[in-house]
């Protein structure tokens, strides 16, 4: 077994914490407060690959591995939970699923388009009322001729308004059950598809979100994006990968808010002494280290088996659970450790404590990767 990341990764670490440090992470109070990212950055991250960190170099991307995608998100999500959110929204759920399925006419026509730092990529699978059970989505996508007539609403959904394109889950027979299902490419400039305005959200104010409206939206049939009725299967593939991102997310905010709790406890005086050497802020120290170092190692094991070609669900949805439970013990004690400057604005754990909320929702719940959890394991141990 071999622990240490490749020459090439360490270097893609450093490249990318550099870039956060100077571009990112000096302006994430402002993202927050203005609802927006920083779009100045974004341009900039081609040069990176960070708008297309696993597409292939033909369509503007870097065509890296998931271990390297999940550094670049972590280093993110170390600064900004926002940005982070955004890029791992349009890597995960926007570009991946059109690079697995798309044909090659889709690639070339969408792919540079959202690689080039201009734009931001969607996928719209969460409904007013169907979130963890997307059996019960009821978007439809009904075949007229030679073009889909989608309706419905869709919910929560990250990046839409810097969409060129959402990937759209929609039934397109109801009654054959997880075959029903299909994947469409909206193009957002179509009539009769509304973007609302962005939702108000306890945290990453920074990534916007928003309620989707399809009122008759027609669409070719060639952007059926995969197979017709592979949609809920593509989902569920996209989502394993997704929560590898999720996690390493996870891990990137739990370790942003490490670093300022040890700042302030060196820092910090009381009775005497830096806080840094009362036993009870070494004991939170000591946890946060232990934590974040195991589900740092948890997301590496999913990227790489993902990229193995391995069996990988299990894997991503423990990586995911542990990180953002993780998350939020480390951003709590990093409060915990700040005291009363803990829950001012002017520091930012009180940012990464809102933030983190969310990764223990997103991508499926805590309760959802249990239950995946749980099922993989009672089926591998049958018999």
């Known amino acids: 077994m071999n622990f240490e990341l490749t020459q090439e990764q360490r270097m893609y670490q450093r490249a990318v914490r550099d870039f956060c440090e100077g571009e990112i992470k000096p302006y994430a109070a402002e993202i927050e407060q203005q609802g927006d990212l920083r779009w100045e950055a974004i341009r900039k991250m081609p040069q ?119 990937i759209t889950l929609s039934r397109t027979d109801k009654a054959a059950g997880t075959r029903g299902f299909s994947h469409i490419l909206v193009e957002t400039d179509r009539a009769g598809l509304t973007i609302h305005p962005p939702e108000k959200k306890m945290g990453l104010k920074g990534s916007s979100t928003h309620m989707i409206s399809y009122d008759n939206v027609c669409v070719p049939a060639e952007n059926v994006l995969g197979e017709v009725g592979r949609g809920f299967q593509q989902t569920m593939e996209t989502l394993d990968g997704g929560r590898i991102s999720i996690g390493a997310l996870s891990v990137g905010i739990a370790q942003g808010a490490f670093e300022e709790a040890v700042k302030y406890a060196r820092q910090r005086a009381a009775f005497g002494k830096p806080i840094s050497e009362h036993q009870a802020i070494q004991w939170m120290i000591a946890d946060a280290a232990l934590e974040i170092d195991a589900a740092r190692l948890l997301v590496y094991r ?45 520091f930012p754990v009180e940012r990464m404590y809102r933030d983190q909320r969310l990764m223990s929702i997103g991508e499926g719940t805590s309760q959802i990767q249990r239950l995946v959890i749980a099922r993989r394991v009672l089926s591998e141990m049958q018999g």
């Not at 940005?83 to 349009?90: E, P, V």
């Not at 088996?305 to 480390?330: I, Y």
């Open 48 to 166: 990176l690959g960070l708008t297309g960190i696993q597409v292939p170099e033909e369509y503007g991307g870097a065509g890296m591995d998931t271990i390297s995608a999940s550094i670049a998100v972590e280093e993110l999500g170390r600064v900004c939970g926002s940005t982070a959110l955004s890029l791992s929204a349009h890597n995960g759920l926007g570009c991946m699923p059109i690079v697995r399925w798309g044909t090659p006419a889709q690639k070339e026509k969408f792919l540079p388009r959202l690689t080039s730092g201009e734009t931001l990529g969607a996928l719209a699978l969460t409904e007013p009322n169907a979130g963890s059970d997307l059996m019960s989505a009821q978007t439809s996508a009904t075949l007229e001729g030679d073009q889909y007539v989608v309706s419905g609403a869709k919910a929560w959904i990250t990046n839409a308004r810097f969409a060129p394109v959402i």
């Open 302 to 346: 999913a990227a790489w088996l993902k990229d193995q070609g391995k069996p990988f669900t299990k894997e991503a949805a423990m990586a995911k659970l542990f990180a953002s439970e993780v998350a939020e013990r480390v951003c709590f004690n990093a409060i915990q450790i700040h005291g009363s400057y803990g829950y001012s604005a002017e």
